[in-house]
């Protein structure tokens, strides 16, 4: 049993190439100073003396920001490339969390979020477009994990370091060392890959993913369907770093350090499990099969906080279930965007993916704290379990009607399609997401 799990270990690190490996450490160098935003509501509520409110109106503005980033990072990368983007967003970026830890006033703190998350979510569709760029289309979603694993390992090891570092001397010396690690991760990046040119018409080809292109993100109805159902996940998701911290401070009376250690394990189970869980998991599995089933987790990971309010267990089942969640979700979900997009259109189907997840955190953090504040943390759970079941839905529907245009196309004939939809006896298509 043993022998079999180092196996697949070693099977799914294989054939990755050099690349892929210093994008994903320049990755963990910038996470692994990642203090500041997951300590960030904690941080406007105990220590600036923020209102609930208040600081779900600043998450909400780091949101918007990110929607900015994510849509000039994607619209950059298409222009200037995405080693531009990537080294810039790094660098700016860590400046500015510098910055952001001498500003102390409501409207000054919620002008250097906005700025800073701008700078900030730039990065996401630059690096997803190198990853895409650096590795065969055979090991894409494997090289996607890599990074995952890599920035898990930083989530790891920041917010525990963090909470211990705020415990013992005040939040301040936080986002010194959060600018530090960006900056650092940027000047890596910079000195240890070199820009790789590619031709224009390359394609994405991935083994799950037929020829089926249009010439826009915004006009790629299959994809819009995706992304739609993408900000709901994420709107569930992303209470990890808005109302979960909050919930233990408050419902749970959890210090800092406790705070840390708990999402801290989120970062090294994903660390842990998710390169060999997606090695195995993308021979078993269609891609939306995989997506549906890590929203469900990340519903389950908020119900079962219900069964208890001062019960380490549950918060520490609640954190696995969220975490394995994220395993089957994300890496399939990128995977998906990164199969509709050619390269001379790449950067704008990333940053209409990352755009996805900003629209989350816009409408995520605020509408949960008020939720949380009217009508309390239980009702909250139950609402993102509800919406969790939803979205499953949704993606199983997107499966199906997926499957239904490969087989249109693959038969040639419309009518003869329909009429094959119409019997119900008909075996499964096995070709599609």
Known sequence: ????????????????????????????????????????????????GFSLEQAGVAMTIFGVGSLCGSYLGGYLTDKIGYYRVFFWSLFLGGALFILLGFVKSVEGIYAVIFVLSTFGESFRPATMA?????????????????????????????????????????????????????????????????????????????????????PSPYTDRPYLVF???????????????????????????LSEGQIGALLALNGFVVFLLEMPMVFTLE???????CIGAGVLLFGAAYLILNLSVTSMAVAVVSMLALSLGEIFNMPFANSFALSRSVEANRGKYMGMYSMSYSVAHIIGPYTSMRIADNWGFSTLWYLLAGLSVVTFVGFMLLKSGRQAVIQAVKSGSPRLFLQKRRNRREKPDTVGF
């Open 1 to 48: 049993m043993l022998a079999r799990t180092l196996r697949v270990y070693r099977e799914s690190f294989s054939g990755l190439s050099r690349a892929a490996w210093l994008i994903s450490l320049a990755s963990f160098i910038n996470r692994s100073g990642t203090m500041v935003i997951p300590f960030l509501s904690i941080y406007l509520i105990s220590v600036l």
């Open 227 to 253: 992304l739609f159902l993408t900000v709901i996940g994420a709107f569930v998701f992303l209470q990890i770093i808005s109302t979960l911290p909050v919930y233990y401070e408050r419902e749970m009376h």
């Open 130 to 214: 190198a990853l895409a760029i650096h590795s065969a289309p055979e090991t894409r979603t494997r090289s996607y994990s890599l990074m995952r694993m890599s920035i898990n390992l930083g989530f790891t090891i920041g917010p525990a370091v963090g909470g211990l570092l705020a415990g013992l001397y005040g939040y301040d010396l936080l986002f010194w060392v959060d600018g530090i690690t960006c900056i650092s991760a940027a000047l890596f990046f910079r000195f240890a890959l070199k820009p790789k040119k590619v031709a224009a018409s390359e394609a994405v080809e991935t083994s799950e993913t037929p020829s089926l292109r249009v």
């Open 283 to 289: 021979k078993r599995m269609k891609v939306l099969n």
